[in-house]
């Protein structure tokens, strides 16, 4: 079924390549450069799925899975973070934010989708 | 891939002078923690865009220069002379890497090891090294694992899942975890209800169950746990090892299961454990005996058939016989719920669970492809366009869509009809198209395709579409409008369907025999279908017809007014709003406001004469049809129903807004409502707009 799937990183070939894997799996795919920019997908429209990187100019993904999970409409939706190996700090303060996974990059496009089928479907 | 690397090499040479521009900067003031949390921020964003792709090199130097980096952002390793130095420097090797597309020659290869070395003295990262080696390992496990897997002989393990209360503010859907172990190999899993609390205490944004998962499957432990990776923290899970063979493949074991492991209780695993040795014992013994009926059934497999031929009587019998089994249903669970018996309510939610599952296995029997009456419109499409002497390519999309039988038998005809007007009147002849600049060969499309709880099929063709102007003359010649009417392009072209229309200037051998298609349209609400028609003139026209999936059992909403039952289709139900009495009764202009919008509203009880036991407060049933809402009043609204639908006796055939009758469980009658009709004949704009229509006959005439 096709979900509507967010994903902000302020890498643009990052970006291109997790929509086009998505979209390739038939999802419909909502990109942004920051934390800043992903909070226009998030007024009210049906959102399935948060993919974030961490580190981004303006507002990071800590910031931003914090200010998701603090609107109503979003509370229970499933956050993905895009972390490396070598982060195991940051991903404990990720999840203490409130993200439901993480994915490891680099990904092959098999790895990213089995993480997205973990936390929605 | 490409297109995407070419994209990040351009990205990342912005960053590499992003990061020598932010670099010369940290120069100056080298305490900044937000210049150094940029550099980091971008020596991050390099080494995740080049080891997504390959830049296998320019990766493992940035992570290395990353590590220092990171190192400096918490506090652990100070700036200092060399370390700028040899950052600028690499970053000067980075800029090599880039132009050279992550290839070194002799040279570049050797200030390559140089700078790492470098680095590493500088990180001395030891940790780094583990977690290199250790990926190693993991990738050998991933490649001998063996993807096809012997379930006889997987052993079997005993999961208990226990999430922790919060576990949804993480986003975290446990169910998925469940089934994701489903994937892994044979899986069988018991949902436990015992911390759930009293619905009075309940929070809904907790989560109180649990699951004990018996899972037989070749992967490790580790792999296992792998799919709770995520909820580590949330969620407490254990694994025990029971058998070494698949249980669940034993019959006598998932049999004892189910009254073993008890939904309100944690099971004891060395209980468990001790079920399974007897289970093992008993088994086998009996495994001898098996093998034998093993090879008997399978030999019996082999000469199985794979279809079988039944009459349609004999379907139309089972048919009947579901529908009558669905009201009888109807009455069990209605006596259940009257009757304080939690064996007896389970037992009828089980009858409703199997009666609905007979019920859509039925129908689906009684389903069969649109394409079986195909042949014959391509054989229509051949001769007539041989007759007339027109070129017609017949293309037929989506005829595997699957229609009740009872439809597409009452469909044949008025497909007819459409497509020998389309041959007849719609296609031009080879010369006229050429000269229209058409291609020489007109073409039909069909497409037949699923939207929701209905069927659409479409008649498109690229002949010379419809006139409405002629239309219009044609209505004012014959009276049904004047010339000051004003219709919209639609309203126009619905005319065509009114008795006694037909548009062919030349009565031909084929058709326009005064068979209009109002005949079409009639035909095709016999079977609760809708016709729509576009056109434009020069380009083609389009019939689309709507269709129910099925006739005779549908999902309905149930209302009460007063002590009669009614039911209406779920199809067309949008919302149900209460309102007060007040409100309905003095609707102004017969319009009330739900959800912020003015929409129409129609009084049933008023329709309906019924005037005893006004109720306070109405429920109104938004109803959509046709992208027209309208409000419904009722006194209440019930709940779902299946409404097996009965036709209704011959002396009540000339009324309209009702499409037959149901038997409720409690054996009284609920009238099964036509939202489109009741639209047509209570709502005032529609029938201001028909009166208008009809006066202006009236005078002409």
Redesign the interface.
Known sequence: MEKTIVIVD?????R??VG?TLKNAGHKVLSAVDGKDALKFFGGDKVDLLVT?L???EMNGIELIKEI?SKDNY?????LF?T???QQVKKMEA?QA?????IV???VPEKLLAAI????? | MEQFKKKFLEEASDLINSLEDVLLKLDEDPNDAQIIEEIFRVMHSLKGGSSMFGFEKMDGFTHELETVYDLIRIGSLEINREIMDITLAAVDHLKVLLENGDELDERGRKNHQVLLERIRKITNSKEIQEEKTNQGEDKDRELTEDKSRLLESAPTYFITVKPHEEIFNNGTNPLLLIDELHTLGHCKAFVKQHKLPLFDELDAESCYLEWEVFLSTDQSTDDIMDVFIFVEDVCEVNIHKIARENLLAITSFTSELVNFIKTDKETDVEALKSLVEDVQNQNQEEDAEQIRLKDLSSQKQKANISNIRVSSDKLDDLMNLVSELVTTQASLSLYAETHQSPELASIAENIEKISRQLRDNTFEICLIPIETIMIRFKRLVRDLSNELDKEIQFIAEGTETELDKSIIEGLTDPLMHIFRNAIDHGIESAEERLQKGKPRQGRIVLKAYYSGTHVFLQIKDDGKGIDVEKIRQKAINRGFITPETQLSYKELLNLVFLPGFSTAAMVTELSGRGVGLDVVVKKISDIRGDVEIESQLGVGTTITIKLPLTLSIIDGLLVKIDHTHFVLPLSSVDKCFEASNYDVQNAFNNKIVLDGKQVPLVHLRKEFDINENNPDLHQVVQVNYDDYKIGLSVDSVIGEYQAVLKPLGRMFKKQEIISGATILGDGTIALVLDPAKIISTFDRETIMKREQLKQTTDVDT
């Open positions: 302020d890498s643009e070939s990052i291109e390549v086009f990187d580190h981004m100019p999970r509370k229970f939706i499933p956050i895009l490396t190996e070598s999840k409130g993200a439901t996974g993480w990059k680099p990904f089928s973990k936390v929605v479907r």
